[in-house]
């Protein structure tokens, strides 16, 4: 069952690909065929196999040699591993159901973000919509609805302070999170995209290669916060409340 998530995840990895690519082009239809993004070349089944055929190509394109973004494959091996972890933790359950789509959400809007600097709405309205319609098997919709409305409130209110150092993807992409992980879960994964981002900022304000002004990516940050409070926010809590109890 474990190969089972795991290639699962390359397959998924490989249209989430695709989502990265075209949403924020807004290309929302799929198009025929698969070509090379630098010369145009139409792509044969062999070329497309996750992870496999970029090593096979040797990471460059077989017609024009350019090379080939190397997130294609970190997205398909990144899937994959995800797929595996909540598989592991939830088993034949609904919950890693919901997780498979949770994750791939976050690692879309994670990529849209480092590449183009922008999480779509194509992606964040139906994540939104999404987690409040798979609230009813899991969190529940109250929880739910507390989850998204708190975490969309910090945010709005850190663009606010901010001067626009946060962007209104960030917020609908709170607001996403919210859904899946209820209030508790949004004030830690508040409480973790802080701690981790700001080491971040200071790491690139201390190497140079960013200034106090320089905004910050913050959606990766938020993302991989979500995926740890979602998979293991209960474990989480309990060892806080360990440590201080
Ligand atoms: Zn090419």
Same mark, same amino acid.
């Given at each position: 069952?474990?190969?089972?998530?795991?290639?699962?995840?390359?397959?998924?990895?490989?249209?989430?690909?695709?989502?990265?690519?075209?949403?924020?082009?807004?290309?929302?239809?799929?198009?025929?065929?698969?070509?090379?993004?630098?010369?145009?070349?139409?792509?044969?089944?062999?070329?497309?196999?996750?992870?496999?055929?970029?090593?096979?190509?040797?990471?460059?394109?077989?017609?024009?040699?350019?090379?080939?973004?190397?997130?294609?494959?970190?997205?398909?091996?990144?899937?994959?591993?995800?797929?595996?972890?909540? $598989?592991?933790?939830?088993?034949?359950?609904?919950?890693?159901?919901?997780?498979?789509?949770?994750?791939?959400?976050?690692?879309?809007?994670?990529?849209?973000?480092?590449?183009?600097?922008?999480?779509?709405?194509?992606?964040?309205?139906?994540?939104?919509?999404?987690?409040?319609?798979?609230?009813?098997?899991?969190?529940?919709?109250?929880?739910?609805?507390?989850?998204?409305?708190?975490?969309?409130?910090?945010?709005?209110?850190?663009?606010?302070?901010?001067?626009?150092?946060?962007?209104?993807?960030?917020?609908?992409?709170?607001?996403?999170?919210?859904?899946?992980?209820?209030?508790?879960?949004?004030?830690?994964?508040?409480?973790?995209?802080?701690?981790?981002?700001?080491?971040?900022?200071?790491?690139?304000?201390?190497?140079?290669?960013?200034?106090?002004?320089?905004?910050?990516?913050?959606?990766?940050?938020?993302?991989?916060?979500?995926?740890?409070?979602?998979? $293991?926010?209960?474990?989480?809590?309990?060892? $806080?409340?360990?440590?201080?109890?």
């Amino acid at each position: 069952m474990i190969c089972i998530a795991g290639l699962t995840g390359l397959i998924t990895g490989y249209f989430l690909n695709v989502l990265i690519h075209r949403l924020p082009r807004g290309e929302l239809a799929v198009k025929a065929g698969n070509r090379c993004r630098k010369c145009g070349h139409k792509l044969k089944t062999i070329d497309l196999i996750p992870v496999f055929s970029y090593i096979f190509l040797k990471g460059r394109c077989r017609y024009c040699a350019k090379k080939i973004p190397l997130t294609y494959p970190l997205v398909e091996v990144l899937t994959a591993a995800s797929f595996v972890l909540v $598989y592991i933790k939830w088993g034949i359950t609904v919950n890693t159901l919901v997780g498979l789509i949770f994750t791939s959400l976050l690692i879309v809007s994670s990529f849209t973000d480092i590449q183009e600097g922008i999480i779509p709405d194509h992606l964040t309205y139906p994540g939104i919509i999404a987690g409040f319609i798979l609230s009813f098997f899991t969190i529940g919709f109250k929880e739910a609805s507390g989850g998204a409305f708190l975490l969309m409130s910090i945010y709005l209110a850190a663009a606010l302070i901010s001067g626009g150092g946060m962007g209104g993807g960030d917020i609908k992409l709170a607001g996403a999170i919210g859904t899946f992980t209820g209030p508790t879960g949004a004030l830690m994964v508040f409480i973790l995209s802080s701690i981790a981002g700001g080491t971040w900022a200071l790491y690139l304000i201390a190497s140079g290669r960013a200034g106090c002004k320089t905004p910050v990516k913050f959606g990766p940050f938020m993302s991989l916060a979500a995926w740890i409070v979602w998979m $293991y926010g209960s474990e989480i809590l309990k060892l $806080y409340q360990h440590m201080w109890m």
